[in-house]
């Protein structure tokens, strides 16, 4: 697989990824890819990280069902930061019950929350642990 | 500063910072800011990140004239990624002379480069060294 050679993972052998809601552009969350997890992605069209604290893939949207269907893989120019183009299955990317996990935004008092919880997490996660 | 305080610095003391372009949602470039570079970008209004190659302050935009003028700045759920919302001046945010440094995308055949270059590097920097 070529294409994940020219890739610059970091000393964890890691590249951060930008998740990118399609239909607008909202940025959604950014989370870590392994070259597993990466080629698990792109074969699969369903976005896999790696989950630093677990040390484990993470298919986004395992134990929630907002899964991320994956429209673009996108390199920046030093190779090592990816953006993905998804469309958010459940309209739902943070663990919150939040559209994005951005949704402090820093005004005069100090981080303000700007975004409404859109589904109550105990609903999506059934009592589980986050994901 | 209550606010930087909330923040989780990785083990360098440092964040990633996810620049966004405010009018239209393209996601221009990421990059790293510590305590320092924070501050000063919040208290002037231009980006300041903190360059890991040269281990010093990067006033983006100091050498090409292509500073980023900083509209929001949005935490996210872990508090451990920013995006910067932002007006980049130029239209120009990579060193390439690209507007966005995210410009090869992922098809069969591996990376494609799909955005036009805006403006000679070599004029933007001048034959120095790219910031």
């Known amino acids: 697989m070529g294409w994940l050679d020219e890739i610059s993972w970091n000393a964890d ?16 969350m950014m989370a870590w890819m392994s070259r597993g997890t990466l080629e698990t992605t792109q074969s699969t069209g369903e976005a896999v990280y790696w989950s630093r604290s677990r040390q484990r893939p993470w298919h986004k949207g395992e134990s929630s069902g907002n899964v991320q269907r ?27 019950g939040r559209r994005s996990c951005f949704y402090r935004t820093l005004a005069d ?9 859109q589904r109550d997490p105990a609903e999506m996660y059934g009592g589980t642990t986050h994901e």
């Open 13 to 28: 052998g890691l590249i951060p990824v930008i998740a990118q809601d399609a239909t607008d552009g909202r940025v959604l």
């Open 70 to 96: 994956v429209r673009d893989i996108v390199l920046d120019c030093d190779g090592d930061t990816l953006v993905l183009l998804v469309e958010q299955v459940g309209g739902v990317a943070c663990h919150t």
């Open 109 to 117: 008092s100090g981080w303000q929350v700007t975004d409404t919880v």
